[in-house]
């Protein structure tokens, strides 16, 4: 059964697969962790799929910012409910390397996360299936938010107040 | 004070609705016990001793007298008829019943209060000094910058998981009230070379197993520039602080390993890409949270002299628990949370009712929570201080040690904290009962006493002039001694004066210390100037060269 997934409000499957799931399945959009891409590069071009990248909480972007347009997905992972380290990945790529596609969640994403997620640029969370039903009310947690907002089209004006969800 | 517009209202009932929710999910079973810690974590609950303990959210320590009120009512219906003020200006009770927290934050959020990220790895309340607005030599009233940052770091998405608590102190005026500098970030009001205001920055300050004064990141930061600092500040520190060790977390250990310079180099880097952003506080901002703080409707009074015909009693109050105010005929009045046998810091709710009536009658209606765990009422005309006096004297709030030997600080210790390692509460009544002489107790001038049940330091015992920290030795309470730490703008860490000591003996080494210093003291030179001219050798010479008498 594919794995389900909350990505832009709504509960989808999933159509991507991590390398360590794609064996013989080579149509798939594939997402590769850092070391593949940086060892193998050439080979998962040569595949012509769609590519994610699954990146660490230790990975410093600035030294992948040269090959983000091969990817229109990222997935931050999130080792445990302590680890925030993902929430600075996530607004980096978003407001200083202007990545666009497919922002992730995965590893240790709960429902109590997604409204910080969501502020900090990710559109698409991999939850675990007691979670998924219920998440999608907690993009809603707070109708208002004190800093500026990864959210499209919304203009942040200093501590006014300002409708976070999009 | 500021209040609360719609934005504000609307964010503390969603996060009530939220906790609400989460505790819900865990009583029935949905939350496990460790993933609902992380959520209660960040809401100020903590599983104690005894029973869970609620910190509620006391920005800059500034409180209404309706805030106050509801302040006792909580602890006389939820808890056990009192509350324990903190030294990041605070309240925790420590017996209300997980299940009725949420309707205790329902409570709270009716007169604009909250108990969010008063714990748990995030930035913690904005704390300040206490004399703020009203002390003679202030730049600025440094509340409105606290009131811009605590809104800022209330739910920031990018920095609710960081490494540590993170703790934030600002203050406006050339003395530190308010230990900025064993703060992460220590924020300071300072005029720039070309006559502006603005700030000087300091990180890396902190207390806990590995005590580090703050150091000075950068020493002008124009004042617009604040948040897109305290951002590029959090950024590195979320980005690189170290998550392996709990105990090497803090930022203080990140500017220790990368080196103030290197630090301060990546710091920069980062803001240049934030300076120009969102996070400009442009001059409309800064007066509309002026706004909030403008002073009160003062009369028009002379400075009196209010000794003249008054008891000697009253006189003593008088010199030891009021301040200079920067307006002619008036006083801030310290209310002393350090009466004999009391537990430092704890008021019961009928203390705190009458409190908030005396802040209505006297103050303008505020009343604000001191870092050294008193309170203050910030705004008493002078010729009515006698009758302030009489009822605080008759409700045991006039206790007249403030800045003395008695005025202890001290965490909840062994008796309600999960993680001390001996009893602090108990020691201070030690203490107590061995100087009871005030005329003894003056002439020893100002004297910080400062005690923790374990290496946390929440009592802050490392800036103590004396500094008390409890250790388990093989099960026993045990008490290892410093001396010549401070807390304020000259800060400085305490000295081990030798082996640690049984809890019956504290008192006894206190007294030896306080021999030296008398014998040695120099005039007008207080116990920490003969600490610091004499060094640590005389004080533990007298100390350990008897035994102390069963």
């Known amino acids: 059964m594919p794995r389900r997934l909350l990505r832009d409000r709504q509960i989808v499957a999933d159509e991507w697969l991590y390398s360590a799931e794609a ?63 993902g929430y600075t990945q996530g607004r980096l790529l978003r407001e200083r390397f202007d990545f666009k596609g497919e922002l992730r969640a995965t590893g240790y994403v709960r429902r109590d996360q997604l409204f910080f997620l969501a502020r900090c640029g990710f559109n698409s969370f991999e939850l675990p299936e007691a979670d998924i039903e219920d998440a999608m009310s907690a993009l809603s947690t707070f109708s208002a938010a004190y800093q500026p907002s990864n959210d499209k089209g919304l203009k942040f004006k200093l501590r006014r107040g300002i409708p976070a969800g999009a | 004070m500021y209040r609360y517009d719609l934005t504000d209202r609307t964010l503390v009932n969603e996060r009530v609705a939220q906790f609400r929710d989460q505790t819900r999910r865990f009583l029935a079973g949905t939350l496990s016990e460790d993933e609902f810690r992380h959520l209660r974590l960040r809401n100020g609950l903590y599983i104690q001793r005894h029973a869970p303990m609620l910190r509620v959210s006391i920005p800059y320590g500034l409180l209404s007298a309706t805030q106050l009120r509801t302040l006792a009512g909580i602890a006389r219906r939820y808890d056990r008829g009192y509350g324990h003020f903190t030294t990041r200006q605070n309240i925790q009770y420590n017996w209300p019943k997980l299940e009725e927290v949420p309707d205790i934050l329902a409570e709270l959020a009716e007169v604009e209060m909250h108990a969010i990220q008063t714990s748990g790895n995030c930035i913690r309340n904005i704390t300040s000094d206490h004399l703020a607005g009203i002390t003679p030599h202030e730049l600025e009233d440094p509340r409105p910058w606290c009131e811009i940052i605590r809104q800022w770091a209330t739910f920031h998405p990018e920095f609710s998981y960081l490494p540590r608590k993170f703790k934030i102190a600002v203050t406006g005026a050339p003395q530190d009230r308010a230990a900025s500098l064993v703060h992460d970030v220590g924020v300071h009001i300072v005029r720039g070379e070309n006559g502006d205001l603005g700030f000087e920055i300091l990180a890396g300050g902190g207390l806990g197993r590995t005590p580090i004064i703050g150091q000075v990141v950068r020493k002008f930061l124009p004042r617009r520039h604040l948040l897109s600092y305290l951002e590029a500040i959090l950024r590195v520190y979320n980005a690189e602080g170290r998550r392996d060790n709990l105990t090497k977390a803090r930022i203080k250990i990140l500017v220790r390993s990368l080196g103030l310079e290197e630090f301060t180099r990546r710091v920069e880097a980062e803001w240049e890409l934030l300076r120009d952003g969102a996070l400009g506080v442009d001059d409309a901002e800064v007066a509309r949270m002026r706004g909030f703080f403008h002073p009160p409707a003062y009369r028009a009074l002379t400075d009196t002299n209010p000794d003249a015909g008054k008891s000697t009693a009253f006189r003593a109050w008088y010199r030891y628990n009021t301040a200079a105010h920067k307006v002619a005929g008036y006083r801030a009045v310290y209310v002393s949370l350090k009466k004999p046998g009391v537990a430092p810091g704890d008021a019961t709710d009928a203390q705190m009712e009458l409190l908030a009536d005396l802040a209505d009658q006297f103050s303008f209606g505020e009343i604000r929570v001191t870092h050294t765990q008193n309170l203050l009422l910030a705004d008493v005309a002078q010729e009515r201080t006698h009758e302030l006096w009489q009822m605080l004297e008759k409700a045991g709030l006039a206790t007249p040690n403030i800045g003395t030997l008695t005025d202890i600080i001290c965490c909840p210790g062994l008796d309600f904290c999960s993680l001390a390692n001996a009893g602090s509460i108990d020691v201070a009544k030690l203490i107590n009962e061995r100087f009871d002489d005030y005329d003894y107790i003056y002439d020893l001038g100002e004297l910080d006493v400062k005690m923790s049940g374990c290496m946390n330091a929440c009592g802050h015992h490392h800036v103590g002039h004396i500094g008390i920290l409890g250790v388990d030795k093989s099960g026993e309470e045990w ?57 640590v050798k005389p004080f533990k010479e007298r100390v350990y060269a008897a035994p102390v008498a069963a």
């Open chain 1, 23 to 85: 064996a013989g399945n080579s149509l798939a959009p594939l997402i590769v962790t850092v070391d593949e891409w940086l060892n193998d590069r050439e080979t998962w071009l040569a595949r012509g799929s769609r590519l994610g990248l699954q990146i660490a909480p230790a990975h410093k972007l600035e030294s992948l910012v040269q090959d983000l347009g091969f990817f229109t997905l990222i997935a931050a992972e999130f080792p445990g409910p302590a680890d925030g380290r």
């Open chain 2, 479 to 535: 008490y290892q001694i410093t001396i010549g730490g401070a807390a304020g703008a000259d800060a400085s860490l305490g000295m081990v004066i030798g082996p640690s000591i049984p809890k019956s003996e504290v008192p006894e080494t206190i007294a030896r210390l306080l021999d030296v210093y008398v014998e040695e003291r120099q005039p007008e030179e207080r116990f920490l100037d003969t600490v610091r001219r004499l060094g």
